[in-house]
Structures are given as structure tokens and as C-alpha cells.
């Protein structure tokens, strides 16, 4: 027998089951009348019955298999509709599963801008110890010594709120003239401890130290990305600000960006990557607060004019779905003050990672190979344009290769910027709980 479908062979299996049972009470009606005939009837009948839950477990299981088939075949069917940006409906076909479906329409004004980043630091960053000379000549680490370690936050010295690196070199000195030992409250690995030690007085500086280098604040160049016109928040570099000594997060108290002007390029070469050279602007046309530091940027709000003369207006943003593999464009300063307009191809797009390393990107752009050797420090947050929609933005070279480098999805600086929510909640008109 020939059978088209699953559905045709199930449906014969079935029909034989429910002809069985009938023909087996027919059989045993026949043997009863038989004299001597029970054994053989109740061994006859036995084997109809193990027949009969032979042939339902065989046609259930046949049907169980084309359910999953046709549920896998159900899964591949969705994933294509999702990556062409069509919604896939629930099995009460009310919600759709795809998010970036119901994604709000956000437009922002693309940056490009060179910046001057500072950040201070929630108390005092351990960055490293320096030795002390003791009277004897001997260098001693007395920090060290009681369990403090690089990249630990220093929060309170004997008590007072540790405020800047002056002020806990002061408060040492000071402590230990009065004959007191100093009692740190520091944060290691997220946890809050305290850690007694017994400073020394050194020679070469006439003052008691304990034997560390440590930091207030960071600072540095970078690129803005964005700045949203209907909440004022501005986003930049694409990366988290971490100490350049422990390579720690900075644990942000204050910042703020300003104007930026590039002097100087030092060009990337294999191993060694470039950055750009430059100064803040004493009188800057804008400045901003920085109120988040992020895997995937720096984000406040900005106040004062920030212009790009590229675009006038807001464009649309690109979610993940819509970035393509191919050409596009991106904006950055590489002298003085002028942003200027530059090639560049996506070679890859890592769906699957979620920190900021979202794209590959390739610089084609022969102009400015030639001039930076490709992505350099300083490039950072350069936003990037594919079809008239922001995609992203660079966040990191290759050591080995200057010309390629990672970007971060827009929707991730969204994300983490509290913008993507408000947008989403403005969508919505709003809800009241209670």
C-alpha cells in the first residue's frame, strides 16, 4: 500500500485498531462453542490484545514524529519571517515574539565630534605601589604589606569620606603625626573591608606614606556618537572608561565632556595602534555631564550647540535586523575641529554576542589609511551610517591589523542609555499601576 502522507498511514493503523476489538469478540464467541476450547481462546485473546497496544503505541509515536517535524518546520518558518522584519505571532496570534518588531521610532543627530573626557572616581583608585625608604635605607610597601591591592577603591581613611588623592596623602600625614595608625575602608572584588596599617616616614619626601600611587580621576580623548533631541541625553565612545593602570572599570562619582581639538595623528602599525592628539577647548560650544559610564559608552545630558554639518536633521535608527553586511560610512575628526566623512565596509555581524563587540568592520576609506593607517584611539564612538540610518558605532582596533576593528549596535548605546525605554513607555501612552 502506497501512503501520500503520515496522516494517511495513522489513519489506516487507526482503522484496523477499531475493526480489531470487534473481531476478536467474533473469535471467541466461534472458540467458546468449541469443547476443551478455554486456554486456547484466552491465549488467542491475549495475543489480539498485545496486537491491538502494539499497533496504538507504533501509531502514536508516528504521530508524535510528524508533530515535531512539523513543529521544527514551524521554527524555521518564523526565523525567516524575523529576519526579514516580518512579526511572528504567538499560538493566540495576539503577541508578537520579534521585539525589534515593535521597536518605537527613534531618530538621532548623528556626532562625530572629537571630545575631552573626564571622569572622578567614587573615593580613590589604587593604581600601583610605590616603595617607601625607610630610615634604615630599606624600601617597604606598608599598604602592600596589610592586603591592599591594585585596583582597589579606597572609600574612607580613619573615617572621613576619601575625596581625592591630595587629600588621603594629606590625611596620613597628618594621622600618623599624632601617632595614629591609619584605618582604610576600601572596596575589593565588590566587598567593603577595612584594612589597618602602620605608615612610614620617608626621607626623600619628609612626610609618612603607606606606599601606593593612587588616582582621582581619568581623562582623555574620545568621539561622540549621538545626541537625542527630544531628552537631551548624548552618547559616546561605545565602550566603558577603565583605568589605564588596572584596566578596572572606573566606578563613576563626576564627569562631563567638552570640546575637543585633534593637533596631532600617530599613525597605527601592526602591534601598535595609533590615537589621535589633541586638546580641550577652553571656550567649547557644548559640554555635557556624564551620568553613566557603560559597557557600552558614556552617557548624560548635553547642553549648548552641537552641530554636524553632514546632517541637519535627525535620522532614523537602524535596529539589529536592518544592519547589512556591505558598505557604509562613518564620521570622525582627525585635525582641529571638522568632521569629515569616511569609507568603510561591515565584513561581519555577531548576533550572538552581547557586550559591544556586535560588528566587524573593515576600513576602505584610502585617504584615511593613509593618513591614521586605519581605526586609532580617539576614533571611538565615530558613528556609523548605512542607508541613511545610524547603525553603530567603532569601538575597537585590531592590534594586529589597524585597517579592522569591532562596533557596538546602536540599539545597545540606546539600551543602556535609558532612551530606548522612554521612547518605548512615550509609545505606549503610558499605564497606571495600582
Not at 577595612?194 to 601606593?212: N, S
Request: proline share 4%.
Amino acid at each position: 500500500m502506497n501512503y501520500k502522507t503520515y496522516g494517511d498511514l495513522i489513519n489506516t493503523i487507526k482503522f484496523f485498531i477499531l475493526l480489531s476489538p470487534c473481531r476478536d469478540i467474533r473469535l471467541i464467541d466461534e472458540e467458546v462453542g468449541k469443547a476443551g476450547g478455554k486456554n486456547k481462546v484466552i491465549k488467542k485473546q491475549w495475543k489480539k490484545i498485545f496486537l491491538i497496544g502494539f499497533l496504538f503505541v507504533f501509531a502514536f509515536s508516528i504521530q508524535q514524529s510528524a508533530s515535531s517535524i512539523n513543529n521544527i518546520k514551524n521554527i524555521f518558518i518564523a526565523n525567516s519571517l524575523q529576519s526579514q522584519g516580518q512579526p511572528v505571532y504567538n499560538f493566540l496570534g495576539l503577541f508578537p515574539k520579534n521585539k525589534e518588531v515593535s521597536k518605537p521610532n527613534i531618530k538621532l543627530i548623528p556626532g562625530g565630534q572629537s571630545i575631552g573626557v573626564t571622569l572622578q572616581t567614587k573615593g580613590v583608585l589604587v593604581v600601583g605601589y610605590a616603595p617607601v625608604i625607610d630610615e634604615q635605607g630599606k624600601e617597604v610597601y606598608p599598604a602592600k604589606d596589610s592586603g591592599v591591592q591594585t585596583g582597589d577603591i579606597i572609600l574612607k581613611i580613619n573615617g572621613k569620606q576619601a575625596l581625592s588623592d591630595f587629600q588621603v596623602a594629606q590625611e596620613i600625614d597628618q594621622n600618623c603625626k599624632q601617632n595614629q595608625k591609619i584605618i582604610l575602608e576600601i572596596k575589593h572584588k565588590g566587598k567593603i573591608v577595612q584594612k589597618t596599617i602602620q605608615p612610614v616616614y620617608c626621607a626623600d619626601t619628609a612626610r609618612y606614606r603607606i606606599g601606593l600611587y593612587i588616582r582621582d580621576e581619568a581623562a582623555g580623548v574620545g568621539t561622540l556618537t549621538f545626541i537625542d533631541p527630544q531628552t537631551g541625553i548624548f552618547g559616546a565612545l561605545g565602550h566603558v572608561v577603565s583605568d589605564n593602570d588596572t584596566n578596572e572599570q572606573i566606578e563613576l562619582s563626576d564627569g562631563k565632556i567638552v570640546e575637543s581639538s585633534i593637533y596631532a595623528i600617530e599613525k597605527g602599525k601592526r602591534g601598535d595602534p595609533g590615537e589621535k592628539i589633541g586638546t580641550f577647548v577652553p571656550q567649547s560650544s557644548f559640554s555635557g555631564k556624564i551620568e553613566q559610564n557603560n559597557t557600552c559608552g558614556i552617557f548624560g545630558k548635553y547642553q549648548g550647540e552641537i552641530n554636524n554639518p553632514y546632517f541637519k536633521m535627525p535620522i532614523p535608527v537602524a535596529w539589529e535586523s536592518q544592519v547589512t553586511i556591505g558598505p557604509a560610512k562613518f564620521y570622525t575628526v582627525i585635525q582641529n575641529n571638522t568632521i569629515e566623512e569616511f569609507e568603510l565596509t561591515i565584513e561581519k555581524i555577531l548576533h550572538y554576542r552581547n557586550d559591544n563587540k556586535n560588528m566587524i568592520v573593515k576600513i576602505t576609506d584610502s585617504r584615511l589609511l593613509e593618513k591614521s593607517g586605519g581605526i586609532i584611539q580617539g576614533m571611538s564612538g565615530s558613528p556609523i551610517i548605512q542607508n541613511g540610518k545610524i547603525v553603530g558605532a567603532i569601538t575597537h582596533v585590531f592590534i594586529n591589523d589597524s585597517t579592522r576593528g569591532y562596533a557596538v549596535f546602536i540599539g545597545k548605546m540606546l539600551d543602556q542609555s535609558g532612551i530606548l525605554s522612554k521612547a518605548a513607555t512615550a509609545q505606549k501612552g503610558g499605564s497606571f499601576l495600582c
